[in-house]
Each structure stands twice: as C-alpha cells, then as structure tokens.
C-alpha cells in the first residue's frame, strides 16, 4: 500500500476542493500515480485499477499526523524540502518525491523558449486571470478551469510573459489542451 502524503501543493489541492486530477508519486525510483475523489465517507484512493476507501489524514502538530487508509491508522512523521518528503510510518523512511501534476503537463519547447500550460483533466474555463503580454511568476494563477463540478486554478510553472491564451472564458477543451503559452522574460 503507497501511503498518502501531505505535501504542500498536494494538501493545496485537497484543501481547496481541487483534488479531481491524478497526482504523481515517486518512490525509490518508481512514479505511483494516484487520483483522490470525494465519498460519503470522506476520500477514496485510485491507486491502478484499485479503489481504496475510506482514506483521510489527520495532522497532530507540523510534521506528524495519523494516516487512514480503508480502517487502518497508522501514525506519520514527515519532513517536506520542496518536492521531496521524507515519511517515517511502520518503522521505516522513505523519500517520497512529489511530482507537480500541473508541472507536469507542461512541455518546454527548445527551439521557440515556450512553455505551454496544458488542461490536467477536460473541462471549461471559468476566468482567466492574465492577459498577453502580462509578465506572470513561478506559482501565479493564470485561470481557472471546472472539471465534474470541482474548480481547479491552473498556475505557471515559472515565470515568464503570457504570450498567448487558447481558450477563452466559457469555451470547453479536453485533457492535455494547450490552455496557456509563456515564453521567457527577455526574449
């Protein structure tokens, strides 16, 4: 069983709602993606073709919490250093490594020095929040998407100058669309 982490923009996600998009974990070399959804008991775990419920975790100070997965608790201690979490449960450490679902729906392109962000799941664009030619930074909402009911902010990657918007407020794409093109500051 893989556990379930709170990284920081992992529990940005799940606080927020936004928690309908698969979310990728590395573990001694190995990437584990996983999807969380709602329940009348709290979350479900999507881990391959399983469907692992209820799942919740409880935090009990910084770095520490109990960690349920389908009835059984266990307690965590963690460390976050961006996007690797050290985990010590059942007596063993790991390094888990969160790999940003957003981050990685983005493709650089080498020739041109673009960044394009791509749609994490199918769905319609709420409100776009930049405009070409606005410089954005690392982490700034660009728009945000609905996808089955649950709102989703698509940030940038990095930063860089909206060089074009390829859905426009009320229009629909599907998975993987190209949403938002940057390139670098200073080309």
Not at 43 to 70: C, K, M, N
Not at 158 to 171: L, N, S, T
Request: net charge negative; aromatic share 4%.
């Amino acid at each position: 069983m893989l556990p379930l982490t709170p990284c920081p923009s992992f529990t940005q996600h799940l606080a927020a709602g936004e928690i309908d998009v698969y979310h990728s974990f590395e573990v001694d070399r190995v990437d584990h993606r996983l999807w969380l959804s709602t329940s009348q008991q709290g979350y479900r775990l999507h881990l391959r073709d399983q469907v692992i419920a209820p799942v919740a975790f409880t935090h009990h100070g910084e770095s520490s919490g109990i960690l349920t997965i389908a009835g059984e608790s266990e307690p965590v201690r963690f460390a976050i250093d961006g996007d690797l979490i050290h985990l010590h449960i059942r007596g063993r450490t790991r390094i888990v490594r969160y790999n940003d679902p957003l981050r990685a729906l983005t493709s650089a392109n080498d020739e041109t020095r673009l960044l394009i962000a791509r749609a994490p799941m199918p769905g319609v664009v709420v409100a776009t929040t930049v405009s070409p030619g606005q410089s954005v930074s690392a982490g700034m909402a660009l728009m945000m998407i609905e996808s089955m009911k649950l709102q989703t902010i698509i940030r940038s990657p990095q930063d860089g100058i909206v060089d074009r918007i390829h859905v426009k407020e009320g229009e629909s794409f599907e998975h993987d669309a190209e949403l938002v093109t940057l390139s670098e500051e200073g080309r």
